[in-house]
Nanobody, 116 residues
């Protein structure tokens, strides 16, 4: 019922910045949480940041102070601004949407590579 499309991934040097976007379409009512997760090769998918309908945010300890999650309700889009990027931030980043009474929805993923 919901489609999520991520964009903005790419290659960046350590210390650089990158902003990811996730546009939601379809049945976008009753959304309670949107967020970003990431998965590196051989590792489990982990939470990066979430934002609730009321604007509350939650961040993984590893990205606090460096990443900022935000939304643009007019565009049905969630963003992840990533600053001071580190090599350990390299992963496929997935947009996540949680809808009331339904299972989670996931985007296709966008690759972020931090390397000099």
């Amino acid at each position: 019922q919901v489609q999520l499309v991520e964009s903005g991934g790419g290659l960046v040097q350590p210390g650089g910045s990158l902003t990811l976007s996730c546009a939601a379409s379809g049945s976008i009512s009753r959304i309670i949480v949107m967020g970003w997760y990431r998965q590196a090769p051989g590792e489990q998918r982990e939470l990066v940041a979430t934002i609730t309908r009321g604007g509350g945010t939650n961040y993984a300890d590893s990205v606090k102070g460096r990443f900022t999650i935000s939304t643009d309700n007019a565009k049905n889009t969630v963003y992840l601004q990533m600053n001071s990027l580190k090599p350990e931030d390299t992963a496929v980043y997935y947009c996540n949407l949680q809808r009331l009474f339904e299972s989670d929805y996931w985007g296709q993923g966008t690759q972020v590579t931090v390397s000099s």
